[in-house]
């Protein structure tokens, strides 16, 4: 029962989709809280993107939110129960018990839940970095693997149009032309149509 006293379900926050840098948007007013939900937003364009994981994100948020709301509702039956149990006659003092049990007992089981959706919260932000990490690498990899390709190709053609301007102007390199099975190259004239006697 103390622990419920000292409990703070302001520790159970909204879960973001994806980490956002600089100071959050904290809204600890309940009055302000139902207000930013009363207010109707523009869906229609979303619906094609529908994601499942993000739609249960976002409804772990509003059970977080409905949930702190009513342990606060329920803390407040509680105190006043109390009181009613330390002031009012026997027949006060029944019904004030059992309304103190009962709010206590509605308390520890938002506490549980609580619990479970900031655990469900907590592995749906672990799937999605190492979604994003995974995507990451896939896309850096494949990216970098075409790009050092482009480069050896880009140096082999390099490489070969200076050969090519080298045998044009020299003829080929000696070593070449030593080697076995090298046939040299055939003069222009020869190479277009005529040549030694057949026998």
């Not at 006659?89 to 309304?99: C, F, N, P, S, T």
Request: net charge negative; charged share 35%.
């Amino acid at each position: 029962m103390d622990d419920l006293e000292t409990f703070d379900p302001a520790l159970f926050g909204l879960w973001e989709r994806a980490p956002a840098y600089g100071e959050p948007i904290v809204m600890e007013d309940a009055a302000l809280r139902r207000k930013v939900r009363s207010v109707p937003l523009e869906t229609k364009s979303a619906e094609g993107a529908f994601d499942p994981a993000e739609e249960l994100r976002r409804l772990l948020n509003e059970m977080t939110v409905e949930m702190r709301d009513q342990f606060a509702t329920f803390r407040a039956l509680r105190t006043s129960a109390e009181k009613a149990l330390a002031d009012g006659d026997e027949a006060a003092q029944k019904l004030a018990r059992a309304d103190v049990k009962a709010a206590t007992d509605a308390m520890s089981l938002i506490v549980r839940t609580l619990e479970k959706v900031d655990s469900l919260q907590r592995q749906l932000a672990r799937d999605r970095e190492a979604e994003a990490e995974r995507t990451a690498d896939e896309g850096g990899y494949e990216q970098a693997k075409a790009r050092f390709m482009k480069l050896i190709e880009d140096r082999a053609h390099e490489i070969a149009g200076d050969l090519f301007e080298a045998w044009q102007r020299d003829g080929p390199p000696p070593d070449l032309a030593e080697r076995p099975g090298h046939r040299a190259a055939k003069p222009a004239g020869e190479a277009a149509g005529g040549g030694g006697d057949r026998k």
